[in-house]
């Protein structure tokens, strides 16, 4: 067995000294030279046809530069399926969609010329409710024109639109078995309908792109994206510019969880303000901004009929899924693409069948957030697992331990299970809560309970990474990439990952990231990916400049280039040490590569997946694996006040070898307080399309004061190595929030026996279910 010297070793974070010190600049504090400010004007309306727009006044103001509206806008429009321009031009769909856009001296400036803009509007029906949008007749049609609409490249277009109902962009079908011969096999029918509102992703830096235009008529953007090729290919559709017109940088990037990966309204607006004005422009949301508009996670109704035989087996589950996506697609048909996983790949389902419908309302459009869909599934499917179980005489445990998929298993996707360690997550969370003891009994209105919750997430297939490795002169390793370093610490993993490719030490190793022009081509930061995709186009790229350096060297040795090794900047003879020869030699006329040659690895790492039935989505690769976790956890509800607090909290999760222990409980403690948040306290409420809580006063997120001591607090690992991972690895930082939600509900319901259907779960909701009971 290979030993590891920097793998599985928990290293400080390579990033942590210069955001601790300051030395760290993100979007908002970048400043060019001639920079404007730009601020946007907003819908009040959630649907109405835009009548009227006079900008006379406000292109007047002194200051003003560049004023834009629909009539400035290209004619191509964004999104997965391309239903939006990036200002609206004719029709606004949801309120605070753009209408017009400044670019002026100051920001001061710019908001106040935006007030001196006026838009007569015809307002129009508008349609919320997703259930009532989805009819075949609905009371609103929001894109009369939606099934001619473009699509952007995806694996199976067959998904999108259901052509007898006009506002579904998307309709996911998984069929797998006879699942109405299972549910005649059954003991024990259930059915419920649970909910999950929408949230915030609450980022501390919010939405940033700075865009200067080129003397040679290209741009340079910078923006806090987290998919800055896609970004880059995006601008040239819409501004007509070839690609080596277009340079995207990321700088640092403060917080995503899945909220910069469709940038692409923002950066056109200011795109189109920096174009006209000939000047650089930034555009910032405000806090306010972000919730409007900027950000915020997918509503999703849940309804689910499980089949299950007296001792606990699963045989059929039929569940339908409906997203409310709002007024445009965004990368909402992923989410309702990806989130029947929860479904179909945790425990074994003989016979299951779910649609998933992606449905478009006059609401904001929510784009995608950590996990995809799984903490709302979870929260669904855990508690109905309890509730089956309660109802069977069956401890809850076993009720999973009899249904959870094993390696070798085949999934209802269709798909062969391998590196789980699933059932090791359950039963170390479950030992560390001791789930068979009934906690201590509370004096006075508090009551005390235990649960768990599982679950897992998907690492998407279908995808390409490219990273290359510059070895310079003094043996450091030079590593350029486009993952995007949001906080979970991604930049130390590459790091440890290239310095034991090399056996040398991480101070060895420099990075240089996220520029279109400088770093290779990435699918994007999201789905759990860039440890194991990033990783592997890394792992390839390492061996490419090993191979060069030992062809080099082996001239100078006389000893064939797989002979060789290397360790600390010295090429090596295997088994014979001391005939070795310095990289740095190498950088000679005698070495072959002269002074300042370059010596550059290249690593494309491809996932494909494989074709899915048009109809049953079955497919033996439309994953490239899984993460998996259990969190159990200590609750107390106040039976008068319907207060719910988490005493304590403990997950157990598979993340396959951990490259840096430390960090991956980083990863673990801070899903799980995210977890504690969505489950307990965070909703952005809408009311006819306006959204009533708009800011940190109105919006509640879980503080430190929320969250159980570290005493009380477990983070465990049940890693079970991945065969296609570099060391072993796989992504899992997006499970341990999605477990949360179901194990507070279970909890909660061994504490006060009520049973809470909607997320979050509110005190008035406690109340309410207690009063019922």
């Known amino acids: 067995m290979t030993t590891l010297s920097v793998i599985g070793k928990s290293i400080p974070r390579v990033d942590a000294p210069e955001k601790v010190t300051g030395i760290a600049r993100y979007c908002l504090d970048m400043k060019l030279p001639g920079m404007l400010y730009a601020r946007v004007l907003r819908s009040p309306y959630p649907h109405a046809r835009i009548v009227r727009i006079d900008t006379s006044r406000a292109e007047k103001m002194s200051g003003v530069k560049a004023v834009v509206t629909g009539k400035d806008a290209p004619e191509e429009r964004v999104g997965q399926i391309k239903d939006r321009y990036i200002i609206a031009k004719d029709v606004v769909r949801f309120m605070g969609e753009p209408v017009a856009a400044v670019a002026a001296e100051t920001p001061e400036v710019a908001e106040a010329a935006i007030a001196l803009i006026r838009v007569d509007y015809q307002e129009l029906p508008a349609v919320f409710d997703p259930e009532e949008a989805m009819k075949h007749n609905p009371p609103v049609v929001i894109h009369p024109d939606l099934f001619g609409y473009d699509l952007a490249p995806v694996t199976n277009p067959a998904y999108y639109f259901d052509h007898e109902r006009p506002n579904v962009y998307?309709?996911?079908?998984?069929?797998?078995?006879?699942?109405?011969?299972g549910f005649k096999e059954a003991d024990l029918i259930m059915e419920n309908r649970f909910t999950a509102a929408r949230m915030s992703h609450s980022v501390l830096e919010p939405h940033n792109v700075l865009v200067r235009p080129e003397s040679n008529g290209g741009l340079t953007v910078w923006a806090n994206s987290t998919r800055i090729h896609f970004s880059k290919i995006d601008l040239c559709h819409l501004f007509h510019l070839t690609p080596s017109?277009?340079?995207v940088i990321s700088p640092h990037i403060g917080g995503s969880f899945g909220s910069r990966n469709h940038l692409e309204p923002?950066?056109?607006?200011?795109?189109?303000?920096?174009?006209?004005?000939?000047?650089?422009?930034?555009?910032?949301f405000t806090l306010q901004e972000d919730f409007l508009e900027g950000t915020s996670r997918e509503p999703i109704i849940i309804y689910i009929k499980d089949g299950v035989k007296k001792?606990?087996?699963?045989?059929?589950?039929?569940?339908t899924l409906i997203l409310n996506c709002g007024a445009y697609c965004g990368?909402?048909?992923?989410?309702?693409?990806?989130?029947?996983?929860?479904?179909?790949?945790?425990?074994?389902?003989?016979?299951c069948h779910?649609?998933?419908?992606?449905?478009?309302?006059?609401?904001?459009?929510?784009?995608?957030?950590?996990?995809?869909?799984?903490a709302q599934i979870a929260f669904a499917l855990e508690q109905q697992m309890d509730m089956m179980a309660d109802r069977l005489g069956l401890d809850p445990l076993e009720i999973r331990r009899r249904n959870i998929l094993r390696e070798g298993d085949e999934d209802a996707c269709g798909q062969t299970v391998h590196s789980t360690g699933a059932k090791e997550c359950l039963e170390k969370a479950a030992q560390w809560i001791e789930l068979d003891k009934e906690p201590p009994l509370e004096r006075g209105p508090w009551r005390r309970g235990k649960g768990v919750g599982m679950g897992c997430k998907h690492t998407l297939t279908g995808d390409t990474s490219v990273v290359s490795v510059k070895v310079h002169e003094d043996a450091a390793i030079e590593v350029r990439h486009s993952a995007h370093e949001q906080g979970m610490g991604c930049m130390?993993?590459?790091?440890?990952?290239a310095a034991e490719a090399f056996k040398t030490s991480v101070d060895k190793v420099r990075l240089v990231s996220t520029d279109t022009d400088l770093t290779g081509y990435e699918h994007g930061t999201l789905s759990s990916r860039t440890t194991h995709h990033t990783g592997m186009a890394l792992m390839q790229a390492c061996e490419d400049a090993k191979r060069q350096i030992f062809e080099l060297a082996s001239r100078r040795l006389g000893v064939p280039p797989d002979g060789l090794d290397v360790m600390d900047g010295t090429i090596y003879v295997r088994g014979v040490p001391e005939r070795a020869v310095k990289v740095s030699e190498l950088f000679t006329p005698l070495g072959f590569l002269l002074q300042g040659g370059e010596l550059v690895g290249r690593g494309v790492a491809s996932f494909p997946s494989s074709s899915e039935d048009l109809h049953t989505g079955q497919g033996k690769r439309v994953t490239d694996g899984f993460g998996y976790g259990t969190t159990a956890v200590e609750v107390a509800v106040n039976v008068e006040t319907g207060e719910v607090k988490v005493l304590r909290l403990g997950g157990c999760f598979d993340m396959g070898t951990p490259v840096n222990p430390k960090m991956c409980e980083g990863q673990m403690e801070m899903g799980m307080a995210l977890g504690i948040g969505n489950t307990l306290y965070e909703e952005l409420v809408y009311k006819n399309g306006e959204v009533l809580t708009s800011n940190l006063s109105d919006y509640k997120i879980p503080t430190s004061a929320d969250l159980p001591t570290n005493r009380?607090?477990?983070?465990?690992?049940?890693?079970?190595?991945?065969?296609?991972?570099?060391f072993g690895a796989k992504g899992f930082g997006e499970v341990p929030h999605a477990t949360v939600a179901a194990a507070v509900g279970n909890a909660l319901y061994r504490a006060a026996g009520i049973r809470i259907m909607e997320m979050p779960i509110s005190r008035e909701s406690v109340l309410k279910a207690l009063k019922e009971r």
């Open 170 to 181: 998307i309709w996911r079908k998984i069929r797998h078995g006879d699942v109405e011969r």
């Open 492 to 497: 130390t993993v590459l790091t440890q990952i």
């Open 354 to 374: 779910i649609d998933a419908y992606g449905v478009a309302t006059n609401e904001a459009t929510p784009v995608s957030f950590t996990g995809f869909g799984n």
């Open 245 to 247: 017109k277009v340079r």
């Open 331 to 351: 990368n909402m048909t992923a989410a309702t693409k990806n989130c029947v996983f929860p479904v179909t790949s945790l425990y074994r389902v003989p016979n």
């Open 311 to 319: 001792d606990g087996t699963l045989v059929a589950r039929k569940v």
């Open 712 to 726: 009380d607090t477990a983070s465990l690992a049940a890693g079970v190595p991945h065969h296609g991972g570099p």
């Open 266 to 284: 923002v950066m056109g607006q200011a795109t189109l303000l920096a174009l006209k004005a000939r000047r650089p422009v930034r555009l910032s």
